[in-house]
C-alpha cells in the first residue's frame, strides 16, 4: 500500500503527558500537512511543510504542539502536557508542490485525553 | 470566521435517488474546490475535484457543479447506493495559500433500501 500512514491508529493518555505521532506520506509527495478534526466537524488546519521546511502554522497551534519533518520524508507532531481538549482525530495528508493539487489523508490517530 | 457554509447538515435518500449536497463561500480568490469523503473512522477520501475554469466536472455517478457569480459548488451523487452513506465534505483552497484545505462542517448522508 502506497498511501498515507499514520502511527499509532488510537492513543488514550492522561491529562498532562506528553504523545507524538508519526505520519508517513506518499512517497513521492514533498508537502505534507496536519489536520485536526473533532467530532461533526470539518477538519481542520493546523500546519504543513515543503520538504523539511515548515511553511505556515494555523492560530490553532498552541506553544504545546510542535511538529516536524526532519528529513522531509515522515513527519511527527508532539503535544506536550495534553489537555481535554485535545481530544480528536489528527490526520495527515500529503500532495506534490506542484501541478495538481490533490490532498490524500491518513486514516488518522484518535487521540483520547482523559 | 467561517469561510465555507455547507448544507443541508443531514440527508437521507432512496436507493437509486439523487443526492444533492451544496457548499458556499465569500471569498472569490479560492481556487479549488474538492470534495471528500469520509467513512466512520477512517480519513477522509478524495472524491472528485473542480476548478473555477469550469462549471461541471462528472466522475462516474459524481458530479460537482460550479456557479462562480453564485460562488457556490454542489455534489451531485447520481444512483445513490448504500454504500454510499458516509459524511460528505467540502473544501476549498486560496490562490497562494499554499494549498492548505478550509473543509465545510460536513453532510452525513444516509441511503435507505
Known amino acids: 500500500d502506497t498511501g498515507v500512514s499514520q502511527d499509532p491508529r488510537h492513543k488514550i493518555t492522561k491529562r498532562g503527558q506528553n504523545v507524538t505521532f508519526r505520519c508517513d506520506p506518499i512517497?513521492?509527495?514533498?508537502?505534507l500537512y496536519w489536520y485536526r478534526q473533532t467530532l461533526g466537524q470539518g477538519p481542520e488546519f493546523l500546519t504543513y511543510f515543503q520538504n523539511e521546511a515548515q511553511l505556515e502554522k494555523s492560530r490553532l497551534l498552541s506553544d504545546r504542539f510542535s511538529a516536524e519533518r526532519p528529513k522531509g520524508s515522515f513527519s511527527t507532531l508532539e503535544i506536550q502536557r495534553t489537555e481535554q481538549g485535545d481530544s480528536a482525530m489528527y490526520l495527515c495528508a500529503s500532495s506534490l508542490a506542484t501541478g495538481n493539487y490533490e490532498q490524500y489523508f491518513g486514516p488518522g490517530t484518535r487521540l483520547t485525553v482523559t | 470566521q467561517q469561510q465555507v457554509k455547507q448544507s443541508p447538515q443531514s440527508l437521507i435518500v432512496q436507493k437509486g435517488g439523487i443526492s444533492i449536497i451544496n457548499c458556499a463561500y465569500e471569498?472569490?480568490?479560492?481556487?479549488?474546490f474538492p470534495w471528500y469523503q469520509q467513512f466512520p473512522g477512517k480519513g477522509p477520501a478524495l472524491l472528485i475535484a473542480?476548478?473555477?475554469?469550469?462549471s461541471e466536472k462528472k466522475e462516474g455517478r459524481f458530479t460537482i457543479s460550479f456557479n462562480k457569480s453564485a460562488k457556490q459548488f454542489s455534489l451531485h451523487i447520481m444512483d445513490s447506493q448504500p454504500g454510499d452513506s458516509a459524511t460528505y465534505f467540502c473544501a476549498v483552497r486560496i490562490t497562494g495559500g499554499g494549498n492548505k484545505l478550509t473543509f465545510g462542517t460536513g453532510t452525513q448522508l444516509k441511503v435507505e433500501l
Open positions: 471569498n472569490t480568490a479560492f481556487d479549488y
Open positions: 473542480i476548478r473555477p475554469d469550469v
Open positions: 512517497s513521492e509527495h514533498n508537502r
